[in-house]
């Protein structure tokens, strides 16, 4: 060997050297991002940070700073994996920058110190996140500190089949009032399970597709508690109203009686029910906003409007027609430097802005989160949004945020199955609930 | 050479069975935590002190802001912009305000422009409640608590950190709670009754009889008969329960062939529970019984020919040659099958998991799917580690016991002896 190749190679590796070192200079910072329940149609949620990354480095460059923002982006497209995940992640230290989640998780994840409220990194009285629906920052909050910005909004609408309704008696002038006479109570659940049995009589729909629930447990139950008057939280406390669960429990066991909802609904094939309510094959059901997206786009139902009406949960006894709207948020969690959680949550207030959040509300039919965000001309062209938007949110509720409340939840979700598959009586069930709620949760809910 | 063996057994057995112990005494979940918690004055931890101490209860639950002189003393101190404190010296000493948010409206609104973060560290310094901070020790809330003009007695204090604590405690409650509901006796009696039916019929009782009918097979055959029953055993988990799915649901194949006789399609699996037990234990049972099928065909084989000679010469029939020759020395697999796969299947829910996932109801649920739900995987992402693990440590136990009873019942004392014709 010459010296000449050596000095070559020395100077090679010199200028490679220089080169990483420029690199180096400037601001590599890696955000990572994860959201539970993400199908095709919710990429956005995780998506949406490319773009804010993209105007967050050019806002640096104006300042002379040198910024380079990785997003990496994991969505997870059921609730049980995702949340098990994030949760044994943050454990481990080694939790995402920022999470998508649905709100209930914040009581929880607060308490245990898996996330930092979102208040400490932005000024809530900045726009945009000052121009958010006050409810739905109120959704975000725990323990008086807001702890998430709201991703998006929804409602959880009971959907119609109209070919089958005028089939048994409806007009469409009927079928047009329906809407109002859900919300002034005059349509209620008995009326629904009336006309899922006449659905069936009259052979339009096979026995068991009359009405066709959510094939797995989800916030939608606690629709039918509020319709039969019960009550999930008052001041803090949770609250357990004996006489409105037994209703519901009862309602879906009647369901089942008459033949109108499988005794068997509960775990089967998720795809199979969503080609089947997009067919005509059920009669009646109830899912939420975001069902268009995959209806219409996944599913082939051309012709939404024509075939579809769409309702708040109607009334059963004791209670009012309502909805329930289960925001998802963005949260912040711990662990991770001062620096990085700041750019972390100055991303999330750009993809929070109306124009980039409205990518998501229109591609997977959700909600927006600010009024401004109706002005947009993709949201304000958008007519499910704009009908969804003014019939069911006015009427929207939200589950409490109380670290209790999964526990509570756990609970009635699996009486609610016992009653519904026959295994237990509504009042065993209910009774079961209760002796269960008394001795893990003592103090925290009030029986009544 | 006792050491490689030693080391193995406690890492694999002694130390998970010990951490499992330890999980299942404390009230671990999601929301406490692992890694412990701190002190905070909580809505929550209001209401649980309402009844004790209503006086106390009354008297923090309200968040308090005051821009006082110690206040701004503190701020002086963290040298931030010298502005901040002229400022709000001049303009807002002895301001009270009722909620962090109007406190910090005011901070905000400085001339000199704090930063979010800034705002934040300021308006600490100003907080004169203890309601919804978060005390890294118990002490620290208990000297806040002074501060604020609370004195309180030892057993008071003990209330106070008790009913503020956010982390986990020790505990009895899970095997409280696994005595007394009635939803856990019903899963005790699920898996009672899964690995009773699955061991018997397939693992056991199936496994000899593929294993007594190869026997009497030419070799080439009764190789095809073998290979064809470890298939299950081979494929992937995942696909042989989807290839079940495929066969059971409503547009299955089982579906398709009663639709030729005009029955509805539905879901075979989920239909009902007895449905769903009836797939379960075959789905279990099919990959069960090749593993007995392999044990018991190895120790026939090892039984010397001479004596099934010999018995065909004293005119016995099949029966009688599987009653008296084959059965009696098989006697140590029986038990070794026996014991091992109560064991597994008392251990075992992935098959079941990803075919019923405990349904229909929670009739399928059998206890270590149970433990797993509870433990690590549920829909609210409740996710209650102290439970699920007082509930593994329940299967660690039945598991002992159960094989202790093999043991007598087998007389495994008569299977160690040494033969007496050696002696």
Known sequence: ????????????????????????????????VWSGGSGPNDNYRTDAFDIAADILE???????????????????????????????????????????????????????????????????????????YPNLMEIGSFNGAVYGIPQDAESRPM??????????????????????????GEYTLKNVLEDAKKMQDKGLVQAGYGFYPRTNNGPDY???????????????????DKAAMKRTYQYFADLVKAGVTKKNHIGMPGDQWWKEVATGKAGIWHGGTWHYARLVNQEGLKDFFGNVQFTLIPAGEG??????????VYLLTSGHTEEETQIAADLIKIASEPRINALHAIKSAHLGISPSETKVDLYAGDRWAFEATERLLPHANAMPNNADFGKYWTIMWKNFEASWTGAKTADAAVNDAENELKSTLGYAIIIR | MIAPAAIMIFLFFLMPVGLTAIFAMTSMSTATGISGGVWQV????????????????????????????????????????????????AEHVGEVFPSRREAERVIKALKDRPSTREVKQISDLFNRSVLNT??????????????????LTPEERDKVATATYTGWVWTTDNFRMIGNSPDMAQIFLNTAFYVAVTLL?????????????????????????RAIWLLPRITPVVIYVLMWKWLTWDNGFLSLLMGQFGVPPKNYLLDNSYNAWFFVILINGFIGASMGMLVFSSAIKAIPETQFHASEVDGASRWQQIRYIILPQLRWPILFVTCYQTLSLLASFQEIHLSTRGGPGKATEVWSLAAFHTALNNYTGNLEYGLGAAMALVLVVVGLVLSLIYLRVFRYDTLISKPLIED
Do not use: C
Not at chain 1, 159 to 183: C, H, N, Q, R, S
Not at chain 1, 319 to 328: D, E, Q, R, S, V
Not at chain 2, 136 to 149: F, M, N, P, Q, W
Not at chain 2, 215 to 223: K, N, V
């Open chain 2, 134 to 151: 978060r005390f890294e020790s118990r002490e620290a809330l208990v000297r806040s608590l002074e501060k604020l003009g609370f004195k």
């Open chain 1, 319 to 328: 209670g009012k027609a309502n909805t329930l709207t289960h925001p998802l």
């Open chain 1, 58 to 132: 050019r806002e640096a460059a104006i300042r002379g700073e040198e910024l380079n923002i990785i997003i990496q982006k994991t969505p997870y497209n059921g609730w049980e994996d995702f949340k098990q995940a994030l949760t044994l992640a943050a454990e481990a230290k080694k939790a995402p920058n920022i999470v998508a989640t649905g709100h209930e998780d914040i009581g929880p994840w607060a308490q245990s110190g898996l996330i930092v409220p979102v208040e400490d990194f932005i000024d809530l009285d900045s726009w945009p996140i000052s121009d958010i």
């Open chain 1, 1 to 32: 060997m010459t010296v000449l190749p050596i000095l070559k190679s020395a100077t090679l590796a010199a200028v490679l050297l220089a080169s990483t070192a420029v690199f180096a200079s400037a601001r590599d910072v890696t955000i990572s």
């Open chain 1, 222 to 240: 606690w629709q039918f508690y509020t319709s039969f008057g019960g009550v999930m939280e008052e001041e803090g406390k949770l609250v357990f």
């Open chain 2, 201 to 225: 019929l397939f693992n056991v009782s199936y496994a000899l009889f593929l294993a007594v009918t190869t026997h009497y097979m030419p070799p080439t055959t009764a190789s095809v008969f």
């Open chain 1, 159 to 184: 959907f119609f089949w109209k070919p089958y309704m005028k089939a048994i008696g409806y007009t469409d002038a009927d079928i047009d009032a329906l809407p109002v006479k859900v919300e002034k």
């Open chain 2, 42 to 89: 909580t809505q929550g931890a209001v209401n649980r002190l309402e009844g004790d101490m209503p006086a106390l209860a009354e008297g923090i639950a309200q968040p308090r802001f005051v821009v006082d002189e110690e206040g701004l003393a503190a701020l002086e101190a963290l040298k931030l912009k010298p502005g901040y404190v002229i400022e709000l010296r």
